[in-house]
């Protein structure tokens, strides 16, 4: 009689290590094109913080985000959480992108186009998330922060260079 609510446990479980993976992939992508030389020659904004936060920040946010995702996939059925779902995976495509544009092909101008995007789709996703789990809403605010600074950032190295 247990082996059913068992079977959903582990169902569950799996699935939000299947977001962990899905979101550490993305984060993977990222980490396949580092800064390099190029970066090191680029006039940095008076506010860029050192290089070594980026890998703790985006750590915490990558996990974050994958427990929101995880959290509305485990919902309960609703109108619009297809919707929900597909504009988490739309944000984490433009989130993979964005070292893929700056650091891979140096430009710095297509980032910023990119990481404006994925402004606009995280803010989607938190609106469509909050009809499903507060918390996956919440969850997701930080990342938002993040991503706003860090589009002021990337506007920053694109117009001093």
């Known amino acids: 009689m247990n082996e059913p609510i068992q079977t959903g446990v582990q169902r569950r479980w799996a699935s939000l290590v299947g977001f962990i993976v899905l979101c550490f992939g993305a984060s993977a992508i990222g980490a396949l094109f580092p800064p390099d030389g190029w970066y090191k020659t680029l006039v940095r904004p008076s506010y860029a913080p050192p290089n070594w936060v980026f890998g703790p920040v985006w750590t915490v946010l990558y996990l ?69 789990s507060t918390t996956a809403a919440l969850l997701l605010l930080p990342y938002l922060a993040w991503v706003s600074f860090a589009a002021l950032l990337n506007y920053g190295f694109w117009s001093l260079n």
């Open 64 to 132: 974050m985000m994958a427990v929101s995702g995880w959290l509305v996939w485990t919902s309960k059925p609703g109108p619009g959480k297809a919707a929900a779902l597909t504009a988490f995976f739309v944000q984490l495509i433009l989130n993979s992108i964005w070292s893929v544009l700056f650091f891979g092909m140096h430009r710095p101008d297509l980032a910023l186009v990119d990481i404006s995007l994925l402004w606009l789709a995280i803010a989607c996703t938190v609106t469509l998330f909050r009809r499903h």
